[in-house]
């Protein structure tokens, strides 16, 4: 089995900046493409970034410029700085990650979520 625990959500104001981080545990053989997704009031879950083993990225448009994802891949680790925050980006911040496990097994899997509150 294989864990995510996401950390760094919080209320801050716009302009401001949060950096969220998501650790990887369990029966993990290695870890293929990392990311961040969010769901918002009343909104469908969006891709926001993501992160392949060999560091190559992607953003949603609407954050390209602001945000950045990162990872450590010896801590099994994929961090999203966020910066200049609007209130607009105010969501749940899911953490995926695609595992490939002790099993040789690929699954994809999700952490609980972390609360991210962008004030105007």
């Known amino acids: 089995q294989v864990q995510l625990v996401e950390s760094g959500g919080g209320l801050v104001q716009a302009g401001g900046s949060l950096r969220l981080s998501c650790a990887a545990s369990?029966?993990?053989?290695?870890?293929?493409?990392m990311g961040w997704y969010r769901q918002g009031p009343g909104k469908q879950r969006e891709l926001v970034a993501t992160?392949?083993?060999?560091?190559?990225?992607n953003y949603i448009d609407s954050v390209k410029g602001r945000f950045t994802v990162s990872r450590d891949n010896a801590k099994n680790t994929v961090y999203l700085q966020m910066n200049r925050l609007k209130p607009e980006d105010t969501a749940v911040y899911y953490c995926n990650a695609l595992v490939r496990t002790t099993t040789r097994a690929v699954s994809n899997y999700w952490g609980q979520g972390t609360q991210v509150t962008v004030s105007s």
């Open positions: 369990g029966s993990i053989f290695s870890i293929n493409a």
């Open positions: 992160i392949t083993s060999g560091d190559s990225t």
